[in-house]
């Protein structure tokens, strides 16, 4: 893709989703598509954070590193969020991994053009406030769900919350050998054993099945009833 496409098609996602009058033509001009691969960091835990990223394609999985050293889900992005958008308020180093789910896309921006045109600009701040508004709500859910609820709903939720709302849903091996089920016990707040215990106990439930090559869903309904509605999102 050749920079004036890549351009022509920037402009045509921020039109579409009807931010394109946010920002400032020569922040626009500074604009760069990057496309994420599954398993791919986008931000890491530490990072000093340089770019505002404009999520147009795919899904994001958020997680934090906690003193102990284990990670925990926070919640997964879809087209439109931001990412980076507290770190360009407060100036601190990123405390969370942001990782790609499927082949995402994102629209970065530089900070250093948001600083000199968008931040003076009180369309663009009642945008970031509303968007940083509705990350803290989600994430505060999703700590009531890993606090309050048992690993089989948080399970169910992480399902769920993956399968993008599609009816069956298979997570190949690019999923469970990239996440691998060691992590996937870790971000719920669970062990490697007993994790292993709720997956053949929605085996046993019919709402899903395991092979060799993956998992896959059979029962959206069931896990959607066992996870009370609660989504890491």
């Given amino acids: 893709m050749t920079h004036d496409e890549e ?3 920037i ?3 921020l039109t579409n989703n009807d931010i394109v009058e946010l920002f400032h033509e020569t922040t626009f001009a500074q604009m760069s598509l990057r496309q994420l691969q599954p398993g791919e960091l986008l931000v890491e835990n530490g990072d000093q954070v340089q770019h505002l990223y404009i999520q147009v394609e795919g899904k994001l999985k958020i997680s934090t590193a906690l003193p102990n050293g284990r990670t925990l889900l926070l919640r997964f992005c ?3 969020s931001l990412i980076g958008d507290i770190e360009l308020i407060n100036g601190e180093q990123a405390k969370v991994f942001v990782e790609a789910i499927n082949t995402s896309t994102v629209i970065a921006i530089p ?3 948001l600083q000199e045109y968008e931040l003076k600009h009180a369309q663009f701040l009642r945008y970031l406030l509303d968007h940083v508004s509705h990350k803290l709500n989600s994430i505060s859910l999703s700590a009531s769900v890993n606090v309050l609820t048992s690993v089989e709903n948080r399970f ?4 769920i919350s993956i399968a993008q709302n599609t009816e069956h849903l298979k ?11 060691t992590e996937i016990a870790e971000l719920l707040g669970t062990s490697y054993r007993h994790l292993n215990r709720v997956i053949k106990k ?6 899903i099945q395991k092979n060799y090559n993956g998992i896959v869903i059979i029962d959206m309904e069931g896990l959607q009833k066992l996870s009370n509605g609660s989504l890491y999102q």
């Fill in 171 to 181: 997570f190949k091996r690019g999923e469970l050998e990239t996440t691998k089920l």
């Fill in 7 to 9: 351009q022509l098609q």
């Fill in 202 to 207: 929605f085996v046993d439930q019919k709402l």
């Fill in 111 to 113: 900070y250093r053009a």
């Fill in 78 to 80: 879809q087209p439109i």
């Fill in 156 to 159: 169910a939720s992480y399902l």
């Fill in 11 to 13: 402009k045509q996602w």
